[in-house]
């Protein structure tokens, strides 16, 4: 068995939506080099719809294909619909993701959120912000590194 | 093309190695404990092997255990050399940072239980001296366990002084020489060593078999309990087969080490200085004092498991130190014990050649890795940020 789906494979081989946009109405950056994946997302919002969107991403193809799939996922969508995408329905379109590998994903949630709240923010658009709680680092998981044989 | 650049993970089995170990699967199936003929058959065979492989590395054929693969050897040698201690109130034991997992986590369950692990810390080289041994011992040390040679980044250590010091102190030495078997001369007599580690796969054997060398003398406590097998010190029906085979594939490496070697240094050599012309690279580990076909590089800005995944769509076989790799948060304990810093440790690429690769792979490696890095880094926010200077270059 592979560790990732096909459609895992197209979206980190051939991935959607790279790059950056100039004079963006919202970025978001998450993530840290320290801990091995940072996503930066870029939002160009007219109307209050998403009219473009793209990715950069350092990080592993768990991370690079899930970058890839939420800007899918959001592409043409209101603010509002953007902000109700989870990092659930990343994974369930992506067909799935090794246990290990959620974490990886979260990230893409996360930065399109970032990204939304600077894009209310440079706007000057009321929210509530319970919609952007802080995204705390998960340092629970395995203090044990990697095991390399 | 197809290269596999992964020889420290595993090898191929050779074709002595295969065949070697077919007749003991129809022919001489027989259990080496039976007394009838097709059992005794396996017997002789074990026997021989044992010779062949104690020949290998200087050692007297009683003196060798087969086990199910190095890290049950290198168990039942720290297990060993603890119960020793414990009975005389010695519970020190030193090792170092980059040990592999089967000794690191041995130890931490001796720690568990009172035993003071002291991890030598490494040099930015990956280099330990027998002098840090030397000022490690103390006279409650029961144990000294350091490797021949590092898997990840290739480092060899200076076994032969840490021996001697060993000796000079009384204290048992273990080395893991899982990577170093076969690819390394080893006599344990001239370097002092009382318990050694090896496994088949690492030099073209079978997978999940290995032998601990034990000096005689020293009393094996059991891994495995269970029938009088290997003299009563690892239970259970013996690996026939893998075992003819671990000692052919041994044989067979050890009658051709420096030709391999003088050949796979030069393979190394040439796809180092190939890589480094990639800028923001650097070697991990001392470029000369290395196992012949380690390489082991960190790229600033890429994380290791998409430089893994797409040199792999390319036909390349390599490994990476990231923390991707294993879905933890830290990368290699190796490279964070040379010093790389975590955001370079994510970086880490390692490609392990052997005997059996060529010119022609190192150059079609040179040719795809490149533009692979370039690409990571063309969409990576850290290397925009580095290029910006909005972020310091570290390498
Ligand atoms: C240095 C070292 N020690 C121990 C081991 C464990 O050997 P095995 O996988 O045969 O148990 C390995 C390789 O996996 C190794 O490289
Ligand atoms: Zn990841």
Redesign the interface.
């Known amino acids: 068995m592979a560790l990732y789906t096909d459609i895992v494979m197209k979206h980190f081989m051939t991935p959607s939506n790279v790059g950056s946009i100039e004079n963006p109405s919202g970025v978001g950056e998450v993530g840290n080099a320290k801990c091995g994946d940072i996503m930066k997302i870029y939002l160009k919002i007219e109307d209050n719809i998403i009219k473009d969107v793209k990715f950069e991403t350092f990080g592993c193809a768990s991370a690079i294909a899930s970058s890839s799939m939420a800007t899918e996922l959001v592409m043409g969508k209101t603010v509002e619909e953007a902000l109700a995408v989870t990092n659930a329905q990343v994974v369930a379109a992506l067909g799935g993701l090794p246990a290990h590998k959620l974490h990886c994903s979260v990230l893409a949630e996360e930065a399109i959120r970032s990204a939304i709240k600077d894009y209310y923010d440079q706007n000057g658009i009321a929210y509530d912000p319970a919609l952007f709680p802080a995204f705390d680092e998960e340092e629970d998981e395995n203090e044990e590194g990697v095991r390399m044989v | 093309m197809y290269v596999y650049a992964d020889n420290?993970?595993?090898t191929r089995m050779s074709d002595t190695a295969v065949a070697a170990m077919i007749p003991y699967m129809q022919e001489f199936f027989g259990n080496p404990s039976s007394l009838h003929s097709v059992g005794q058959k396996a017997a002789e065979a074990m026997m021989n092997a044992r010779q062949t492989v104690a020949g290998c590395i200087g050692a007297e054929a009683r003196e060798i255990t087969f086990t199910g693969g190095g890290s049950e050897a290198d168990n039942q040698a720290i297990i060993t050399a603890a119960r020793i201690g414990q009975r005389k109130g010695k519970k020190h034991i030193i090792s170092t940072a980059y040990e592999h997992?089967a000794v690191l986590h041995t130890l931490k369950k001796l720690e568990k239980e009172g035993f003071e692990i002291e991890l030598l810390p490494v040099g930015t080289l990956g280099n330990i001296t027998a002098q840090q041994v030397a000022d490690a011992i103390r006279p409650d040390t029961c144990l000294v366990t350091v490797m021949f040679a590092n898997?990840?980044i290739g480092s060899i250590l200076p076994i032969k002084e840490i021996g001697a010091v060993c000796k000079e102190k009384g204290v048992l030495f273990h080395t893991d020489a899982v990577q170093a078997a076969g690819h390394l001369h080893i006599d344990v007599k001239d370097m002092n060593i009382d318990m050694l580690s090896l496994a088949a796969h690492k030099f073209h054997g079978p997978k999940g078999v290995g032998a601990l060398y034990a000096r005689k003398g020293i009393p094996l406590v059991n891994v495995i309990e269970g029938g009088a097998q290997e003299r009563g010190k690892r239970g259970g029906t013996e690996n026939v087969a893998g075992i003819v085979s671990l000692a052919a594939a041994l044989k067979e490496c050890c009658d051709h080490i420096d030709e391999n070697a003088a050949k796979v240094t030069a393979l190394r050599d040439k796809l180092i200085e190939g890589i480094l012309q990639i800028p923001h690279c650097a070697l991990n580990g001392d470029p000369v004092n290395r196992l012949a076909g380690n390489v082991n590089v960190c790229f600033e800005?890429?994380?290791g498991?998409?430089l893994l995944?797409?040199l792999d769509?390319k036909g390349i076989c390599a490994?990476s130190?990231?923390?991707?790799?294993?879905?933890?948060?830290?990368?290699?304990?190796?490279l964070?014990a040379i010093g790389r810093p975590?955001?370079v440790a994510?970086g880490s690429l390692?490609l392990s050649l052997c005997e059996w690769n060529t010119e022609e792979e190192v150059d079609y490696i040179l040719a795809e890795l490149p533009g692979i890095v370039a690409y990571l880094r063309s969409?990576?926010?850290?290397?925009?940020d580095l290029e910006s200077g909005k972020k310091q270059f570290i390498l």
């Open positions: 420290a993970a595993t997992h898997n990840e800005g890429i994380e498991e998409s995944l797409m769509a490994s130190g990231s923390a991707c790799t294993s879905g933890s948060l830290d990368p290699s304990h190796v964070l975590h955001e994510h390692r969409i990576s926010p850290v290397w925009k």
